[in-house]
């Protein structure tokens, strides 16, 4: 069998390795944690200007819509026609 020296500085090599390789292992999980904590502040970021980009778009699309709506009215309110007889008057009304 092994003598108690032997087992000793076996224990003591495992138990150094261990603590060398925990301290090594929490080194690179608090990095990991920094670069993650950036990485989510980035798409927080991103998000925000995405959402941002978004409304100016729905805003554009609903101008765009008025602008249209506006077109045709000013066509219909610039006619000068003024109908053939009642129903062509009132169809005209209700095209409206």
């Not at 980009?53 to 066509?75: G, H, T």
């Not at 026609?81 to 005209?92: A, C, I, K, N």
Request: hydrophobic residues 35%.
């Amino acid at each position: 069998m092994h003598s108690p020296t032997i087992s000793r500085c076996k224990n003591t090599l495992i138990n150094d390795c261990f603590l060398n390789f925990s301290d090594a292992v929490q080194v690179k999980q608090s990095q990991v944690d920094k670069l993650y904590a950036s990485l989510k502040d980035l798409a927080n970021e991103r998000r925000g200007k995405l959402d941002e980009v978004l409304k100016l778009y729905m805003l554009n699309r609903d101008i765009d819509d008025i602008e249209q709506w506006i077109a045709e009215r000013e066509v219909v309110a610039g006619s000068h026609e003024l109908g053939q007889d009642f129903e062509h008057v009132t169809v005209s009304l209700q095209q409206r």
